[in-house]
C-alpha cells in the first residue's frame, strides 16, 4: 500500500489543522493506521492510532484532548484533527499502515509495527 500524507503548514500556537493520509490499494480497511512525528534532532515518537473499522482510537498523553484521529475506509482516508497546537507540535508528521494477521490491537503505538509509511508532512507552530 502506498500512503500519501497532506495539510501540513505554517500556524501560529492555538491554531488548528487537519491532515490527511490517502492510501493506494484495495484492502485500506484491512490496516490499523497511526500518526507518527518527528522533531529536529529528536527521535520518532507516536501520536495517534486507530483500528481497522475506527472503533478504537489510541493518543500519545502530549496530544490527548486536542488532536483526533478518525478514517473513512470508503475514501480509503484517515485524517488527523489538530486543535489548540502547541510550539513543540512542530514536526515532520508521518502516517503508517500496519498489517495485522490477529485482531489485536497491542503495541499500536511501537513504529516498528508499522508495514507502510507515507512521506511526511512538515507541521510548524510559531509560538
Known amino acids: 500500500v502506498q500512503l500519501q500524507a497532506s495539510g501540513g503548514g505554517l500556524v501560529q500556537a492555538g491554531a488548528s489543522l487537519t491532515l490527511s493520509c490517502t492510501a493506494s490499494?484495495?484492502?485500506?480497511?484491512?490496516?490499523?493506521m497511526g500518526w507518527f512525528r518527528q522533531a529536529p534532532g529528536k527521535e520518532r515518537e507516536f501520536v495517534s492510532a486507530?483500528?481497522?473499522?475506527?472503533?478504537?482510537?489510541y493518543y500519545a498523553d502530549s496530544v490527548k484532548g486536542r488532536f483526533t484521529i478518525s478514517r473513512d475506509n470508503a475514501k480509503k482516508t484517515v485524517s488527523l484533527q489538530m486543535n489548540s497546537l502547541k510550539p513543540e507540535d512542530t514536526a515532520v508528521y508521518y502516517c503508517?499502515?500496519?498489517?495485522?494477521?490477529?485482531?489485536?490491537?497491542?503495541?499500536?503505538?511501537?513504529?516498528?509495527?508499522?508495514?507502510?509509511w507515507g512521506q511526511g508532512t512538515q507541521v510548524t507552530v510559531s509560538s
Open positions: 490499494g484495495r484492502t485500506f480497511s484491512a490496516y490499523v
Open positions: 486507530i483500528s481497522w473499522s475506527g472503533g478504537s482510537t
Open positions: 503508517a499502515a500496519d498489517y495485522r494477521r490477529t485482531y489485536d490491537l497491542n503495541r499500536v503505538e511501537e513504529g516498528d509495527e508499522y508495514d507502510y
